[in-house]
């Protein structure tokens, strides 16, 4: 049984946050202990989100720490990203190499480590598919259990089969993520579930940990600009917490700016940005092929519009197409990613055409999920979409017939 009820809002209506006291914390003594702490095997500390524990949970004793070592993920530069994107200096750190394939984990370690060690058996949240398959592993690992809300249309199939293969319990159900928020809200207390989406602070301490491993991979020193994608907007608010951290310990001197970069048909921030607004209006019915960004009421909305503040930050959308082509090229890069990531990729080089970024400045995208979370978009691009794909036609077998046709294609690409 859990010791406490555990709430996610404050009485004003906002979702709460987590405030640490980091006095006495010297930035020469963090750098040196996360740097011992890269030769870490099988410890948590082996964890690229635990090698920064004391900037996340210092109280959390070690014991209840639920690690798959998450985080240590790569840092990349592509020509082909470089060209495409038509900036010089871009690199992307791929959080799709998380162990569940996605960015959530970052945060899922902290989740469901807190909610073990408050006593909690039993964890629960609304997904699109990533939260759910990244929660299912993680209570898995924790011999806990998981109940998963999935909206029945307009997410990927592959991650809900994730889920379920992880052993969570799934319910289906006709609405949206925004609807599966509003229902956890009501009724996760009463049915003794521990809620691990980001709505949940310790989701967004543990997502702070992507900007430090960027920043400790950079020996301190960040690109110009980062940019995120924009669907919940967990992401983007622990950007800035993150960035506000490191900045305020004297980690780092410069702070970024930030991009967050929605899908046109599932974009209320950018538009409430753009149009200077200063509530969000929901959109009921959101609608983008990057399922993960099928999110119409993003709950960390006011935390995302924080971090645009302290980072002088700014916010665009981009079309499906233009999500699918630059996805095409992460693909092809050698790195790969779901549609949602590469919402950066098509916003980076929108923003560079409209000469808002320059193209002697540095820039680094943030690559959220696997290239694998979703075959549907790939079958779509490569199969149905795409008439000049040679794999379109199974050729009927003889030697001859396939040595002729691949000397025809292979002296074509030479
Ligand atoms: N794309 C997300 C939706 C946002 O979830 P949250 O973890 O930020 O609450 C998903 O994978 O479900």
Redesign the pocket.
Same mark, same amino acid.
């Given at each position: 049984m859990p010791s406490s009820e555990f709430f996610y809002h404050c009485t004003c209506g906002g979702l709460l946050d987590i405030v640490h006291d980091f006095r006495g914390y010297d930035a020469e003594y963090l750098k040196r202990l996360f740097k011992e702490r890269l030769s870490e095997r099988m410890t948590p500390y082996a964890s690229g989100v635990w090698r920064y524990k004391e900037l996340i949970f210092p109280e959390l004793s070690d014991e209840h720490i639920v690690t798959k070592y998450e985080g240590n993920t790569g840092l990349y530069a592509s020509e082909l990203i470089e060209k495409y994107t038509g900036l010089k200096r871009v690199s992307v750190k791929a959080q799709s190499e998380n162990p569940s394939g996605?960015f959530?984990d970052n945060?899922?370690t902290v989740a469901v480590s807190h909610g073990k060690s408050l006593g909690y058996e039993n964890f629960t949240?609304?997904?699109?598919?990533?939260?759910?398959?990244?929660l299912a592993m993680y209570a898995s690992i924790a011999n806990a259990n998981s109940y998963v809300f999935?909206p029945d249309k307009d997410?990927s199939m592959n991650?809900v089969l994730q889920t379920l293969a992880y052993g969570a319990n799934v319910f289906s159900f006709s609405g949206t993520?925004d609807d599966g928020?509003q229902f956890l809200e009501k009724h996760s207390n009463e049915l003794g579930l521990y809620v691990?989406?980001?709505?949940?602070p310790f989701?967004i301490e543990g997502q702070k940990s992507i900007i430090y491993e960027i920043a400790q991979y950079l020996d301190w020193e960040l690109p110009e600009w980062i940019i995120v994608p924009g +669907?919940?907007?967990?992401?983007a608010t622990a950007l800035g917490k993150g960035l506000y951290d490191l900045y305020s310990l004297g980690l780092i001197n410069k702070i970024p700016r930030v991009a967050i970069v929605q899908a046109k048909g599932a974009s209320p921030f950018h538009k409430m940005v753009n149009e200077e607004k200063k509530e969000l209006t929901p959109e009921p019915f959101p609608k983008t092929r990057a399922?993960?960004?099928?999110?119409g009421n993003?709950?960390?909305w006011k935390k995302a519009l924080q971090t645009l503040k302290q980072t002088d930050g700014i916010t665009i959308s981009v079309t499906d197409e233009e999500i699918l082509d630059a996805k095409a090229i992460v693909d092809k890069s050698g790195i790969g990613c779901e549609p949602?990531s590469a919402a950066t990729i098509a916003g980076l080089r929108h923003l560079v055409s409209k000469q808002i970024i320059d193209k002697e400045e540095s820039a680094l995208c943030i690559l959220? +999920?696997n290239l694998l979370k979703d075959t549907d978009n790939l079958r779509y691009y490569h199969l149905e979409n795409n008439p000049c794909t040679s794999f379109k036609n199974t050729i009927q077998y003889s030697n001859l017939t396939l040595y002729n046709i691949s000397k025809k294609i292979i002296g074509k690409n030479t």
């Open positions: 996605s959530k945060g899922m949240c609304t997904s699109t598919g990533n939260t759910s398959s990244s999935v997410i991650k993520y928020i691990c989406n980001s709505i949940n989701r +669907g919940a907007l967990s992401n399922s993960a960004l099928n999110i993003p709950p960390s949602a959220t +999920g």
